[in-house]
């Protein structure tokens, strides 16, 4: 791509560079260069059990070799259908050093959404867990696929010898009621295979690494089709942007290497944990604790903030959902959070109020990044510094990203600093493509001056400091008579409410202005509010347009599997009411 352009801004992160270099190598160089530097240093920790680099890059290449063993070519698809278990990095590196293409599976799926992600994809092989939940729907899934090859993943191996054996006279080590004839097993494969990985050639910038699903807000999910080099470059243009001291009044600098240690909440099927997470820690040699499931507990979220207690992460990579679980929580008090250093919200807007709730209880800093499955994910991220984040921005695009703002109805037309409209994004971490999805490429790519743009469907501007601002999503968009109201500037304001531990808004046939604003909340723990008290808030902080005219208190908003607040299901919920 030709040269990245001067961010227009007099707050730029100091020592961050506008561009990058080093990213036209394979994936899986990230676990083989840290595992030749660091071979004894702590990698994925599980339960308490650790393993290292080398342990790990020894299992993924026995994996490689596996695979290649059962006619896995180069480009083939393999699908990985695990919660975060320490498997995941070892399967998921030893599906690429084998050439294959790896296809993330959200553990949560339904069978029929399995399958249709098998099928999409062409998948020949899956790596799914032993669990009375996800093998069962593992092998209703794969029937009427490609799928031919079926590896079983039981965690008892991955844990402390004494809570192994535990864990197997008590009963509580996962497992399926009955497997299938057949189907392999992943220690199996560890024990029968050797650490010599075949030999593939890589190009970097044009073989797929990964297959991944977007959400399917607006349809059948697609598979954004990532190569290589877009995983390597986001995962270094984000060690670039972070700058953070590393002791009490020290110097901002990169994340040395070995010194941190990640709290893997997020979802390693998904984007935002795969590259943030699972790929930042090996590429910086840090730790990385797998959390398979992060609302454990009773009440919810307290096994997390166990594990935050007691093996002390420095880096917390998470959606909104989660930081406001740990500041609502009821038992936060009795854990200490003071080893966290450091903060990256996305996956959603971060209300500020939430932002700084979490701040001053844990002493740690919040900075907000923006991205997509389509851009691997990162595309611009606030400074890392509080005297240059601005609260209610994402900041600036990271190096080597160029952001444009379009007018919504072409999205070929740039629109003047300040003007909201359709953001754009070039750079190295822009997928190829939809899988075998064409017509959909077209209504999302854009040539301009030469380079090629993804159209986000996200609704924003550039300031007059040249911080970028999500106004919302293009479809989100409420049309109250004629006015354009984004829901979440009125959710910002919700939030602002004392009471408030969710919100979620949403536009709702009205026939006086075709549209109004119905708002939903699910109140602190404790709390107890009227819906006029809220509505009353609301009224002295918004114009007449954005002003919800209805309030439906809810115990819980419905979230994905990320943590995402599902706007998308509390409308088809409202449509199902009126129509009842």
């Not at 090996?282 to 398979?292: E, G, M, T």
């Not at 939430?354 to 994910?377: C, D, H, R, V, W």
Request: glycine share 8%; net charge negative.
């Amino acid at each position: 791509m030709s040269k990245t352009m001067e961010w227009p801004t007099p707050y730029w992160p100091e020592g961050v560079p506008r561009e990058i270099s080093g990213y036209d190598k394979p994936v899986y160089s990230l676990l083989d260069e840290t595992a030749q530097q660091f071979p004894n240093y702590t990698y994925t920790i599980f339960n308490g059990a650790k393993r290292t680099f080398s342990q790990v890059k020894n299992a993924a290449d026995k994996i490689a070799n596996f695979l290649y063993s059962q006619g896995i070519k180069k480009g083939d698809r393999v699908a990985i259908f695990l919660p975060n278990i320490p498997h995941y990095p070892e399967i998921y590196f030893g599906i690429i050093k084998a050439g294959a293409i790896c296809v993330t599976c959200n553990p949560l799926y339904t069978a029929s959404e399995l399958n249709y992600q098998l099928n999409d994809s062409g998948a020949k092989l899956v790596f799914c867990m032993d669990h009375h939940q996800f093998y069962p729907t593992a092998v209703e899934a794969i029937k009427e696929t490609d799928v031919e090859t079926t590896v079983i993943c039981n965690v008892k191996s991955y844990l402390p010898k004494i809570k192994g054996l535990m864990g197997s006279l008590m009963g509580k080590i996962p497992q399926a009621e009955k497997h299938e004839p057949g189907h392999l097993f992943y220690d199996d494969i560890l024990k029968s295979y050797s650490t010599t990985p075949p030999k593939v050639d890589i190009d970097p910038s044009k073989d797929l690494a990964l297959i991944i699903y977007t959400g399917g807000t607006t349809g059948l999910p697609k598979g954004a089709a990532l190569v290589h080099s877009n995983l390597v470059s986001n995962v270094i243009a984000m060690e670039e942007w972070t700058r953070i001291p590393h002791e009490p009044g020290g110097e901002p600098e990169k994340p040395r290497k070995g010194f941190h240690c990640f709290l893997g909440v997020l979802p390693f099927y998904h984007s935002f944990g795969m590259t943030t997470c699972m790929l930042g820690a090996c590429s910086s040699a840090s730790r990385l604790i797998c959390v398979p499931d992060p609302r454990a507990g009773n009440p919810p979220f307290t096994e997390v903030l166990k594990l935050v207690n007691d093996f002390r992460p420095t880096m917390l990579i998470a959606v909104p959902t989660i930081f406001s679980a740990f500041v609502n929580h009821s038992k936060l008090d009795k854990f200490d959070l003071s080893s966290i250093l450091a903060c990256c919200s996305g996956g959603a807007p971060m209300p500020v109020e939430l932002a700084k709730n979490f701040e001053e209880k844990t002493g740690s800093i919040i900075f907000e990044g923006y991205g997509l499955s389509e851009t691997s994910p990162i595309v611009c991220a606030n400074p890392s510094f509080k005297e240059k984040r601005k609260f209610g921005s994402v900041g600036f695009p990271v190096p080597s990203t160029n952001v444009k703002i379009l007018d919504i109805e072409t999205g070929s037309q740039e629109l003047p600093q300040g003007e909201d409209g359709e953001i754009a994004v070039s750079g190295p971490q822009v997928m190829q493509g939809y899988w075998r999805r064409p017509q959909a490429d077209a209504e999302v790519m854009r040539d301009i001056d030469g380079e090629k743009y993804f159209l986000t469907g996200d609704i924003g501007h550039i300031d007059e400091n040249g911080y970028i601002l999500i106004t919302d999503r293009k479809k989100d968009v409420i049309l109250v008579g004629g006015f354009n109201c984004y829901p979440r500037e009125v959710e910002e304001i919700l939030f602002q409410h004392p009471k408030v531990a969710q919100a979620a808004v949403i536009g709702v046939p009205d026939s006086k202005s075709g549209e109004s604003v119905k708002a939903f909340v699910q109140l602190k723990e404790g709390e107890d509010a009227t819906e006029q008290e809220i509505l009353d808030f609301c009224k002295e902080r918004l114009a007449g347009y954005k002003r919800p005219r209805s309030l439906e208190f809810r115990d819980e908003l419905p979230v994905s599997a990320v943590g995402k607040v599902l706007r998308r299901k509390l409308k088809e919920e409202e449509t199902e009411q009126k129509a009842n």
